[in-house]
Structure formats: C-alpha cells, structure tokens
T-cell receptor
Framework: EAQVTQNPRYLITVTGKKLTVTCSQN?????MSWYRQDPGLGLRQIYY???????DKGDVPEGYKVSRKEKRNFPLILESPSPNQTSLYFC??????????????FGPGTRLTVL | DQQVKQNSPSLSVQEGRISILNCDYT??????FLWYKKYPAEGPTFLIS?????DKNEDGRFTVFLNKSAKHLSLHIVPSQPGDSAVYFC??????????FGAGTRLTVKP
C-alpha cells in the first residue's frame, strides 16, 4: 500500500530535550516536505526537499532541522524544543512539487506537546 | 502574512443541499490551486485542483471555480453527504513547490 508514515504519532516532551520525528514514504517520491498545522493558521511549510541531499527552508524553519540522506526518509529534528513548537506536524511527499498529477500525499500527523 | 485565506472557519449544511466553500488569495503569481480534505486523526488528502488557465474543473460531486480577477476560488459539493463532513483546506502554488495553505473550513453535513 502506497503511504507516508510518521513516528511517533503522539509525543509529549519537555523544553530543551532533543527529539526526532521520522517520516518515510514507499512511493519513490522525489519531493518531501514538513508542515505544521496550528489553529487559525492552516498548514505552514517548515522545510522541503527536492531530492536526496537537497533541502530548503519553507515559511517557518526556525527551530527545526531536516536531513535527506535517503530518498524514502525525511526526518524532522528539534534540537531544543520550546513550547511554541507545540503543534500538529505533517510530512508529505509527491513525485515533484505539488502540481497537477503530483499532488502531495500526507502522513497521518504527529501531535507534539512541549511542556 | 496569509496569502491564502479561508474566512469561514465553519459551515453547516443539510444533506442533499449544496456546500460552497470559499477561498481568497492575494498573490497574483499563484498559478495552481488545490483543495484538500482532512478527517480527524488523519492527514489531508487531495480532493481536486485547477490550473489558472481554467475557470472550472469538475470531478463527480465536486466542482472548483476560479475567478482570477477577484483572486477567489470556491469548491462546490453537490449533493452534500454526511461523509463529506471534514475540514477543507484550500492551497495555492507559485512555481514548482511554493505551496500555501488556507486556515481551513470545517464542513458539517447534517442528515
């Protein structure tokens, strides 16, 4: 089954404790991205990657890091989480960008709470 | 600065009637628009899209209309069904990957 998986689905942590949210897709997609969803703000892009070893900042990259060492995986790293990073996070992938037939497929989401 | 706006946070309609969800944008460089649907505890799923060279695209019960001069698009669902109850996000693209999302509209279809 074609899918985007994220782990963990739920996480409660404390300020300053480094964490990683994993994202994996099995569709051989080149493009992957991370979004956060906050009430009244919709989905905002954090980082995206056009291909292996190619990453770029989205709208809200501060406080986050990513890496793309393999095509299928695109982990999101919070080196020193803060309460304002409490949010619902989505990973997405597509063949290329999000146009035409290349619409993005989203993972199920990771709800992160930083105390 | 929200470039894509969905001004109605919620909408309630009766089963069988038409649902109209609206979206406005400010960036005239957007040239591709999409609607995503999101159920609770799931990621958004693609619903329908439209290129800026068109003003209408239809897929079954779902039709998206684009008015470029007004920088406005809308999603029509006819007839609405209880299973359509979800949050709907409007999204717009400039270039190949610069996608912007609206804040979402929660649609409730009452039986």
């Amino acid at each position: 089954e074609a899918q985007v998986t994220q782990n963990p689905r739920y996480l409660i942590t404390v300020t300053g404790k480094k964490l990683t949210v994993t994202c994996s897709q099995n569709m051989n997609h080149e493009y992957m991205s991370w979004y956060r969803q906050d009430p009244g703000l919709g989905l905002r892009q954090i980082y995206y990657s056009m291909n292996v070893e190619v990453t770029d900042k989205g709208d809200v990259p501060e406080g986050y890091k990513v890496s793309r060492k393999e095509k299928r995986n695109f982990p999101l790293i919070l080196e020193s989480p803060s309460p304002n990073q409490t949010s619902l996070y989505f990973c997405a992938s597509s063949l290329m960008g999000g146009r035409g037939d290349n619409e993005q497929f989203f993972g199920p989401g990771t709800r992160l709470t930083v105390l | 600065d929200q470039q894509v706006k969905q001004n109605s946070p919620s909408l309630s309609v009766q089963e069988g009637r038409i649902s109209i969800l609206n979206c406005d944008y400010t960036n005239s460089m957007f040239d591709y628009f999409l609607w995503y649907k999101k159920y609770p505890a799931e990621g958004p799923t693609f619903l329908i899209s439209i290129s800026s060279i068109k003003d209408k695209n239809e897929d079954g019960r779902f039709t998206v209309f684009l008015n470029k001069s007004a920088k406005h698009l809308s999603l029509h669902i006819v007839p609405s069904q209880p299973g359509d109850s979800a949050v709907y996000f409007c999204a717009a693209i400039e270039g190949d990957n610069d996608m912007r999302f609206g804040a979402g509209t929660r649609l409730t279809v009452k039986p």
